[in-house]
């Protein structure tokens, strides 16, 4: 007989189940071919049971269930399958409406697992479960005490106990449980607590009029819902405005230890601990990851299975190749690093390979011994080593305050041949960029909604502003050209990044967001001032308004929940002091 008929019959004899437990419309999850709905008629105060299964969708997730609206979750014989259980039942639990209870079954690991690893009757099992050891001895084992001590603000345990109806110690040695009445489980019983939901208590805690109150706020969340990612980050991005790096640090330690299969969590440790500074603990942090988890990288064509990957070994005489990896603006970044290893670390070859519109820039730079793009990536002579961008700073130990001098490192090929930059009289030319892809993970942020966001720009006297937008923003800044006089349109001329270098050559300063030609003009030592939302990446780090790796870049963030408006307010002023003094660094 399966699991759910077995606990059904002895629940059915149980007042606690008839009249509390099972009551209300409830949702049985991991139903499979035993469900709960084929007992309701034991239970007369049960007006409806959802089964869900593989077909509705992942366990741990429940994608499509609706928050709040079940007065009973069932799962038997479920939370065992699932790599991280205490995820799994906090997703459970926040179906629940408050005063709900969470009734579940898992196999106990000496009744049914016989105190072995893995299970031998269930290789499917990911984890095993107790009521209480004096240690750890199974390598899989939770403590079920440990999870509902871990649920405690969400929701009191009502029950646990050990099921073992029909169980013969005769046959201790055998899976009882494929034949027959025995159960060899552990029952808990958990009501749902009335407590806000995760949105609410972000919303409460986002908030908070200070430090400590934000501290207090953001963590009784984190209590609250130690599973959810976005509480975590949402956590993070409000103390980011109290400048509480430590604690951020802390924070995304639990993160891990609350989700450890998790990608986002592990990520975006290695990004603050980079962005705080700490540039090489971050990166080898990172690159640690990756090779664990085996995450994947942002690369279109996979490096030589021939040549080794480059882990920090002395490079004296060697030969190494830098591999293509994430966007234009990345490639344009690392690509000083060719240098680094050369000077640094002592090769004797660098080599790049890279997407094909940086090639002609990359040859001209003189930074690589040889550039190829990665459709030429099959003509690559042999090799030492090979690395992606991201590993470098894992292996060079680099102090932000006094990196290696490299810029400029990307030069323009000759002349602008664009006439309104050419016959340009004014005082101060600003190229300008004001959206990047649509299709980059943080464009919504990164990218200004509109070209109308920097109108009061547009009215300062003596400037004349050159449109380099490509792409997305392109029919906004052709519009602009055609209604204002000092307003040009250079973008839509524009066919290649040795095209792009030109007419930045051209210009005074670039204005820009964050993108690929933010690096090039910032590469070729022109002034660039960038736009940049409150949290941004990596490698414009925290609270700066200069960077370390462009010395001739100034960075103009967004205020903490705050827009674009005194961003742009900031960079008037700027313009106005440039024009003053001719001196678009200052």
């Known amino acids: 007989m399966k699991e759910t008929s077995k606990s059904a019959m002895r629940r059915a004899r149980d007042p606690s189940f008839q009249q509390h437990y099972f009551a209300g419309k409830g949702i049985d999850i991991g139903a499979g071919d035993d469900p709960l709905n084929a007992h309701a008629h034991a239970f007369p105060r049960v007006t409806e049971i959802v089964s869900w299964d593989k077909a509705q969708g992942d366990a741990l997730r429940m994608a499509g269930a609706p928050d709040a609206s079940f007065d009973f979750v069932h799962s038997s014989h479920c939370l065992e399958h699932l790599a991280n259980p205490f995820q799994g039942l906090a997703r459970w639990l926040e179906l629940l409406k408050p005063g709900g209870y969470a009734i579940l079954t898992v196999p106990d690991e000496d009744l049914y697992e016989k105190g072995k690893w893995p299970s031998p009757f269930n290789r499917e099992h990911k984890v095993s479960f107790t009521i209480c050891k004096p240690e750890k001895t199974l390598p899989g084992s939770v403590n079920v005490l440990d999870l509902v001590r871990a649920f405690a603000p969400v ?75 976005e509480v975590y980050h949402g956590a993070m991005l409000a103390w980011l405005r109290w400048d509480l790096i430590e604690d951020i640090d802390r924070l995304w330690a639990q993160c891990i230890e609350c989700l450890p299969d998790q990608h986002l969590p592990r990520l975006y440790h290695a990004l603050h601990t980079i962005a705080r500074g700490k540039i090489q603990e971050g990166f080898r942090t990172r690159e640690s990851w990756m090779s664990k988890f085996g995450w994947q990288r942002r690369t279109t064509v996979q490096p030589p299975s021939t040549i080794r990957a480059w882990s920090g070994e002395p490079l004296g005489g060697k030969s190494i190749v830098i591999w293509s990896e994430f966007g234009l603006g990345d490639e344009i970044f690392f690509l000083r690093f060719a240098r680094i290893l050369r000077e640094q670390c002592g090769a004797a070859q660098v080599s790049v390979v890279c997407q094909a519109p940086l090639v002609a820039l990359f040859e001209r730079s003189g930074e690589a011994d040889t550039v190829l793009s990665v459709a030429q990536a099959a003509e690559l002579p042999p090799h030492d080593y090979w690395v992606f961008p991201h590993a470098i700073p ?13 810029v ?18 004014s005082k101060l030319k600003v190229g ?3 959206k990047g892809a649509p299709t980059h993970e943080n464009d919504r942020q990164r990218s200004l909604p509109s070209l109308s966001v920097l109108d009061d720009l547009f009215k300062v006297d003596d400037a ?94 967004r205020l903490p929940g705050g827009d674009w408006s005194e961003v742009v307010a900031r960079i008037r002023g700027r313009l106005l002091m440039a024009l003053t003094s001719g001196d678009a660094n200052l």
């Not at 899976?175 to 027959?180: H, L, N, S, V």
């Not at 894992?394 to 490299?406: C, F, M, T």
């Open 408 to 425: 400029p490192y990307l030069h323009a090929p000759g002349t602008t041949g664009f006439a309104a930059l050419t016959e340009s009289k």
């Open 394 to 406: 894992a292996h060079v130990a680099l102090d932000l305050e006094a990196l290696p001098k490299s």
């Open 432 to 434: 300008v960029v004001f």
């Open 464 to 557: 004349e502003f050159f449109s380099l937008q490509k792409g997305a923003g392109a029919d906004e800044a052709a519009d602009y050209a055609k209604r204002l006089p000092n307003f040009h349109d250079v973008g839509a001329s524009l066919r290649t990044m040795d095209e792009t270098a030109n007419a930045i050559a051209a210009l005074d300063v670039v204005l820009t967001v964050d993108t690929s030609v933010a690096h090039v003009a910032a590469a070729m030592g022109k002034p660039v001032w960038l736009m940049l939302p409150f949290f941004g990446d990596w490698r414009w780090h925290y609270t700066r308004n200069d960077s370390p790796w462009y010395p001739t870049m100034r960075l103009f963030r």
């Open 155 to 229: 929701a009191s345990c009502e029950r646990v106990t050990l099921v073992r109806e029909n169980y013969d110690e005769r046959r201790a040695h055998v899976d009882q449980t494929a034949r027959g009445l025995a159960e060899c489980a552990i029952e808990i019983v958990l009501r749902k607590r009335a407590v806000p939901s995760a949105r609410e208590m972000m919303n409460v805690a986002s908030k908070a009029r200070d430090a400590q109150e934000s501290l207090r706020a953001w963590r009784l969340a984190v209590k609250t819902y130690p599973y959810r990612f």
